[in-house]
T-cell receptor, first 116, second 114 residues
Framework: SQQGEEDPQALSIQEGENATMNCSYK?????LQWYRQNSGRGLVHLIL?????REKHSGRLRVTLDTSKKSSSLLITASRAADTASYFCATVPANAGGTSYGKLTFGQGTILTVHP | ETGVTQSPTHLIKTRGQQVTLRCSSQSGHNTVSWYQQALGQGPQFIFQYYREEENGRGNFPPRFSGLQFPNYSSELNVNALELDDSALYLC?????????????FGPGTRLTVL
């Protein structure tokens, strides 16, 4: 079963605009991760935020986490056509330890289209 | 390029057949996980192998089985294929050494069951 729900399901913007995607989850987490997937191929790890963190930045990416609302958002600033892809959030449960960190539970994803 | 490779890239099988998918982990990684991604969905965890033993399993029937070899490469076997098994199968490898370590995904194998 899917842990997370991404919102919106699809997002279409112009190059240079910001893109915001949201993710909600159901159970307590150890960490939440965002991945990108191009054209149904492999997943690329973008950023990880731990349950005791509220915000994290990496280049043009900004992730926030609100554990009280069980939600996260991914902001991509100054978007480029190359950012066109599907974006997934994935969670690791709070009781995970050691090898359990490999068991990611993914949401259904947001399809982002950036028009040149 | 993550250093994780999968073969074959595409595969077509008929219902009832058996299939073996292969994954070569990134050098130095001792843990491999397999995921099934149906069209338009997020990946779903199938199972994970750590040091050649199954270390956790998602909600998949026993006809989904796997192996991890001493060189940490891995196989996913699916018996008695069903139409709903059509999906992209992803493997991911990581080094488990305490705490969280990033997982690296391969490009996937696209399985079509007719």
């Amino acid at each position: 079963s899917q842990q997370g729900e991404e919102d919106p399901q699809a997002l279409s913007i112009q190059e240079g605009e910001n893109a915001t995607m949201n993710c909600s989850y159901k159970t307590s987490i150890n960490n939440l991760q965002w991945y990108r997937q191009n054209s149904g191929r492999g997943l690329v790890h973008l950023i990880l935020i731990r349950s005791n963190e509220r915000e994290k930045h990496s280049g043009r990416l900004r992730v926030t986490l609100d554990t009280s609302k069980k939600s996260s958002s991914l902001l991509i600033t100054a978007s480029r056509a190359a950012d066109t892809a599907s974006y997934f959030c994935a969670t690791v449960p709070a009781n995970a330890g050691g090898t359990s960190y490999g068991k990611l539970t993914f949401g259904q994803g947001t399809i982002l289209t950036v028009h040149p | 390029e993550t250093g994780v490779t999968q073969s074959p890239t595409h595969l077509i099988k008929t219902r009832g057949q058996q299939v073996t998918l292969r994954c070569s982990s990134q050098s130095g990684h001792n843990t491999v996980s397999w995921y099934q991604q149906a069209l338009g969905q997020g990946p779903q965890f199938i199972f994970q192998y750590y040091r050649e033993e199954e270390n956790g399993r998602g909600n998949f029937p026993p006809r989904f089985s796997g192996l991890q070899f001493p060189n940490y490469s891995s196989e996913l076997n699916v018996n008695a294929l069903e139409l709903d098994d059509s999906a992209l199968y992803l493997c991911a490898s990581k080094l488990t050494s305490g705490g969280h370590n990033e997982q690296f995904f391969g490009p996937g194998t696209r399985l079509t069951v007719l």
